[in-house]
Each structure stands twice: as C-alpha cells, then as structure tokens.
C-alpha cells in the first residue's frame, strides 16, 4: 500500500467533501425537503473546501 502525506490526504478530503455537498444539495432538493437557506449554507460549505482544495496545490 503506497504511503501518502498527510497534504494529499487533506486534499482528497476536501474533494470529497465537496462532492458530498453538492450531491446532498441535489438529492435533498429532489426530495423536497431542503430550505433555501439550508441549500446556499450546503453549497457555501462545499465551494469553502473547492477552494482549500484548490490553494493547497500552490
């Protein structure tokens, strides 16, 4: 099993993270039980840790 530091851990656990908002965002929505307020706090969290993500490449 390959090692992997704990930046790239973080990484991928920010990715994940973000799909997993979207995807409740989605599957709520369908539902029909998703406020509009709880959506944008959803997707809000979700774009916060695309953009962690995405800096701790630099």
Not at 33 to 44: K, M
């Amino acid at each position: 099993m390959e090692k992997k530091s704990i930046r790239e851990v973080i990484s991928i656990i920010f990715k994940a993270l973000t799909l997993a908002m979207g995807v409740a965002v989605v599957v709520l929505s369908c539902l029909g039980s998703l406020e509009t307020q709880t959506a944008v706090t959803l997707l809000g969290i979700g774009l916060a840790s695309a953009g962690v993500a995405m800096l701790e490449k630099r």
